[in-house]
């Protein structure tokens, strides 16, 4: 079991920045791959970056996100650099195997607001 709890979500503007970070508690936190979901209002939760063995990247946050994990700590990030408005939503962290799919996580956190006003 893995417990996940986001942080660092908040309003900013556009071209701003945010880190949000995700704690993890439970066992093995180093053998789950980790990733970041978004919903935005009205919409569906989708793929945003994950991080296994290597990185994955929805093509609208390239060159912009940078997900991250540090193992002794328990944690992994996202940066999030020159942000849009279309950024809007509560992003999600989750654990599990390598994946864009939502449908093969195992562990979810509860989600924290981000709000980039233009």
């Known amino acids: 079991q893995v417990q996940l709890v986001e942080s660092g979500g908040g309003l900013v503007q556009a071209g701003g920045s945010l880190r949000l970070s995700c704690a993890a508690s439970?066992?093995?936190?180093?053998?789950?791959?980790m990733a970041w979901f978004r919903q935005p209002p009205g919409k569906e939760r989708v793929f945003v970056a994950a991080?296994?063995?290597?990185?994955l990247y929805v093509d609208s946050v390239k060159g912009r996100f940078t997900i991250s994990r540090d193992n002794a700590r328990n944690t992994v990030y996202l940066q999030m650099n020159s942000l849009k408005p279309e950024d809007t939503a509560v992003y999600y962290c989750?654990?599990?195997?390598?994946?864009?799919?939502?449908?093969?996580?195992?562990?979810w956190g509860q989600g924290t607001q981000v709000t980039v006003s233009s």
């Open positions: 989750a654990a599990g195997p390598y994946s864009a799919s939502s449908l093969d996580y195992l562990y």
């Open positions: 991080i296994g063995g290597y990185t």
């Open positions: 439970g066992r093995a936190f180093s053998a789950h791959a």
